[in-house]
């Protein structure tokens, strides 16, 4: 321990770390983290992908690489890294889309806010609509919206959940861990058992995802819709109240990337009779499977 701390001393001295770097070194050591050398890689990794660590504070890291902010918890910042460093929402085709059209995107499962102000960022995207079940999550996602003066207009933030009806739900809410939070509990079970009996488990609002919509769809005529979805278990439900009530929606859809937790087959056994191929799929161990379809309406 000792070694370390002196390496990055002598490494601060030499101007291979900031103050920065030493301050969030000297903290996570403060607080015993026994994710001390992961973090500090995923932080190296930022900052090699030009993400500047700006700001410490209360725990959590301000993170800008000119173009766009987000704040992250000190401990959990797994997802901005599969987001900002492994690229995780990078289209696979990306030459598919089509020059001088705006796509709109909606962020089913919002979280922080990082896939919504990736997005943002993009030339291609005119505005994503995003979800976000979770309301402590979602005013930290607000918060990352709100200092991203640049990309703010483009996002429209929905502080509820989608489902196949509109009522209240109970989810568990885990602070910090906002890769963990979920209305499923078969999804907690075999993706985090050890945190099935922590949390808070709370009340929230869930809306019927074929009504929200095909509401939004109308009232700003939507075409060459991008979904992004990473909902813990929920996009079997969402996905199949659609097909049986909003089935027009999938004539609209362009691509759909994220992440199923509980197999990827059963989800895209939903989708498939309406025109979509896969592009690519990467089943884990744990059952989750990142994914990218797309309609073939619309391939080129």
């Keep these: 321990m000792r070694i370390s701390f002196l390496q990055n001393i002598w ?4 101007g291979k770390r900031s103050f920065k770097d030493f301050e969030l070194y000297s903290l ?6 026994s994710c001390c050398p992961q973090m500090l890689l995923i932080h190296e990794a930022l900052e090699k992908k030009g993400f500047i ?4 504070e209360n725990m959590h890291l301000l993170y800008n690489n000119g173009k766009l902010k987000f704040k992250t918890d000190i401990f959990f910042p797994w997802i901005a890294y599969e987001i900002f460093v492994d690229n995780l929402y990078q289209f696979r085709n990306v030459n598919s889309l089509e020059e001088l ?4 995107v909606f962020d089913i499962g919002a979280n922080r806010g990082y896939a919504t102000l990736y997005f943002a960022s993009q030339e291609w995207c005119e505005h994503v609509y995003a979800f976000e079940l979770i309301s402590e999550t979602a005013d930290l996602a607000e918060e990352n919206y709100n200092i991203n003066k640049n990309l703010k207009q483009k996002i429209s933030l929905y502080k ?3 489902a196949a009806k509109t009522g209240k739900i109970e989810a568990k809410y885990l602070p910090g861990r906002d890769g963990i939070s979920s209305m499923n ?5 075999n993706y985090a058992p050890e945190e099935r009996d922590h949390g808070i488990l709370k009340e929230y609002s869930v809306y019927s995802a074929s009504v929200i919509l095909k509401n939004i769809i109308d009232e700003n005529s939507l075409d060459k819709i991008i979904i992004k979805i990473d909902v813990e278990g929920a996009e079997y439900e969402i996905f199949e109240d659609l097909a049986l009530n909003y089935p027009e929606i999938f004539d609209k859809i362009y691509k759909i990337i994220g992440d199923t937790h509980l197999g990827f087959e059963k989800y895209f056994n939903i989708v498939e009779p309406f025109g979509f191929k896969v592009i690519w ?5 744990n059952n989750t499977c990142p994914f990218e379809i797309e309609n ?5």
């Design 11 to 14: 490494d601060l001295l030499r």
């Design 28 to 33: 996570l050591k403060k607080n015993n983290a």
């Design 53 to 56: 660590l700006s700001e410490i």
């Design 101 to 104: 059209i705006k796509y709109p």
């Design 160 to 162: 509820f959940g989608l």
């Design 185 to 189: 509990s078969e999804f907690l079970e």
């Design 281 to 285: 799929k990467n089943p884990c161990s």
């Design 296 to 300: 073939t309406k619309f391939s080129r």
